[in-house]
């Protein structure tokens, strides 16, 4: 029996709930599981201490791409005289841009707000929440119990604690949408996805933006054609770019805002106005009275959790970036269907949470889209595969909007068209990612994109045209050698 077991002992099961389901967090892991509750009409109530929509609307996903679509309009404005224009000019305004970011966070807002979820049935609760015990959950010094608890409490900005911290102005990737006035020197400390986004975005706001990273390349988990591709556009755009650089100490001489780093063994200083840290993401674990219920966290930070996002606790799951592994929104929506399904239905059946086609993007100009695994994972993990190749810059579509770059670079296992993995780097890769997605999920191979209509002029055109080298390089000799014969008797 789930109450029968050893890790209860000690703890008072009330004798009736007020909830079916818990959750605490209303970021996306939270809402997709309070939302799930509510359609099966189960009892759910959603305790969120701070806002609705948690990072990905209020400083995540939707303030990052509102930056990054005014940052692009402005380049296309530069880039006027490649498209015939002439005397086009754009005089940004900084604090424009940010009052228009806010603007559509609020536009948004509606989408994940009290009014529309408690409509929906769902309790809306504001306050800090904290565990008593598996059932209880306090909030304001009111208790509330349920059968089923999930915990999708999110992550927050990680900042390396490093001398002279305290003298500098920074921010993070929470904070920096605060700011109104251009800052003319940022230094942005991290070459992945977020410090890549937010540093081109700046960049062609006019803001001088050095990046610096320890590592030798950004985006260090996509293969090293991808890394490549993105860096020159950096180099490009004007980024001052410093990779194996060791941030070692901040110091502030009199305003003079610069920091101490160590590059191939020599000290140098980067002078700055403010810095952004983009160094990574934690999770949200403390203060909620897990540790108190002995609640296990990972060497990662991450709650611990089984194939079923339950953690010791078999009634209490957690999802989303608190559980990990993948700090997607995305992610999180998909681990929350598990987590609702399974708190609610569990008794009867419970599954697994499928991360086996876990897609993502980075949007940078080029973006990048991936799905599965990359050359790099598949080398590591000792995974046969052939590697096919298609160059947007052959594309007519592409051509034709001036975006003529980038590639589609799709893996399969030797011998047959199964896709393991593809990389897509251009113009919208975010979007034309999708079809390889749904190919890998239904089981679709390379024949099968070669196969579907395409419409001409597209750019999802890369993807059957991929499909096509793929075809191209698994022709069969023999059989062609034959019917090569056999046109040349016809014409006798």
Known sequence: MLFGNPVYKGFNKPEKFDNNLLVVGAGSAGLVSSYIAAAVKAKVTLIEKHRMGGDCLNTGCVPSK?????AKMAHYMHRGEEFGLENVQAEVNFTKVMERV?????????????????????????????????WEVEVDGKRITSKNIIIAS?????????????????????TIWDIREK?????VVGAGPIGSELTQAFTRLGVNVTQLDHGSRLLHREDEDVSELVKRQFLKDGVDLRLKHEPKSFHNDNGRQYLKALHEGQEVEIDFDAVLFATGRRANTSNMGLEELGIEVTERGTLAVNDYLQTKFPNIYACGDVAGPYQFTHAAAHQAW???????????????VDYSVMPWATFTDPEV????????????QGIPYEVTKYGIDDLDRAIADEEARGFVKVLTKPGSDKILGCTIVGYHAGELIT?????????????????????????SEANKYAAGEWKRAHAPEGVLKWVQKFHGWMRS
């Open 154 to 174: 999110g992550g927050r900005p990680f900042v390396p604690f490093l001398p002279g911290l305290n003298d500098i102005t920074y921010y993070t990737s929470d």
């Open 102 to 134: 806010q603007s559509v966070i609020k536009q948004v807002e509606p989408h994940d707000s009290i009014e529309r979820y408690s409509s929906l049935g769902v309790e809306c609760v504001t306050g800090a929440a904290k565990l008593i015990s598996p």
């Open 369 to 380: 889209g991936r799905v599965g695994l990359n050359e790099t994972e598949a080398k590591e």
């Open 435 to 459: 079809e390889y997605i749904s190919a890998m999920k239904h089981g679709l191979g390379m024949n099968k994109i070669l196969g579907t209509i395409h419409i001409y002029p597209t750019l």
């Open 66 to 70: 509102a930056l990054i679509r005014s």
């Open 338 to 352: 598990f987590a609702a399904v399974n708190a609610l239905f569990g008794k009867f059946k419970k599954f697994k």
């Open 183 to 187: 800052p003319e020197k940022l230094l």
